[in-house]
């Protein structure tokens, strides 16, 4: 089992930058790839990106591509989302998640974190 804690969230202008953070616990970090969902009310949970177990490769939403970067560092067993140009639209509560199968479908993903609120004034 892996245990996930967010942080890093709160309350942001638009234009500006914020970085959120997911210590992991528990089996070894690197066996699991890792993603960022996001989840804004009354909607679903959206894909926002993941990354390969070892790093190597990441692939990131649409919505997002360009402005969010994900990273892992697995020697801290630790996952970030650099977050630039933030939009109101990006206001959410992010997830971040582990799975050992497809990265961009939720329901694949066997842990999750709490999730953390970011919220983007304009």
């Known amino acids: 089992q892996v245990q996930l804690v967010e942080s890093g969230g709160g309350l942001v202008q638009a234009g500006h930058s914020l970085r959120l953070s997911c210590a992991a616990s528990g089996d070894p970090f690197s066996g699991y790839i890792m993603g960022w969902f996001r989840q804004a009310p009354g909607k679903e949970r959206e894909f926002v990106g993941y990354i390969t177990r070892s790093g190597a490769w990441t692939s990131e939403a649409d919505s997002v591509k360009g402005r969010f970067i994900i990273s892992r560092d697995n020697d801290k067993n630790m996952l970030y989302l650099d977050m630039n140009s933030l939009k109101p639209e990006d206001t959410a509560v992010y997830y971040c998640?582990?799975?050992?199968?497809?990265?961009?479908?939720?329901?694949?993903?066997?842990?999750w974190g709490q999730g953390t609120q970011v919220t983007v004034s304009s």
């Open positions: 998640g582990a799975t050992e199968n497809s990265g961009d479908v939720a329901r694949t993903y066997s842990y």
